[in-house]
């Protein structure tokens, strides 16, 4: 079965930071790239950072520069770093493989970040 649990989520003011956290199956964490997703109210759930198994990142142009993701192999846990955050980065982050299928379709709970002053 496989599991993918997000955490560290929350509310934050307008320049602030948070990190991620996402431990996922090893079935599907060891020979794929992973990405962190989100999904904003009545919009589609976008990739917005993705990392190879070698350590190779690629960002979505709106967080490159504020969003750093990493991630630890032995712990089979991906991470994702984000500073100086803006209100239109509110929304439910999801880890999973990249591409999604890869995954066979299963998602986690997300976490919620909410951005406010």
């Known amino acids: 079965q496989v599991q993918l649990v997000e955490s560290g989520g929350g509310l934050v003011q307008p320049g602030g930071s948070l990190r991620l956290s996402c431990v996922a199956s090893?079935?599907?964490?060891?020979?794929?790239?992973m990405g962190w997703y989100r999904q904003a109210p009545g919009k589609q759930r976008e990739l917005v950072a993705r990392?190879?198994?070698?350590?190779?990142?690629n960002y979505l142009d709106s967080v490159r520069g504020r969003f750093t993701i990493s991630r630890d192999n032995a712990k089979t846990t991906v991470y994702l770093q984000m500073n100086s955050l803006k209100p239109e980065d509110t929304a439910v982050y999801y880890c999973n493989t990249s591409p999604s299928y890869l995954s066979g379709g299963s998602w986690g709970q997300g976490t919620q970040v909410t951005v406010s002053s």
């Open positions: 990392i190879t198994g070698d350590g190779f990142t």
């Open positions: 090893r079935s599907i964490f060891t020979s794929n790239a």
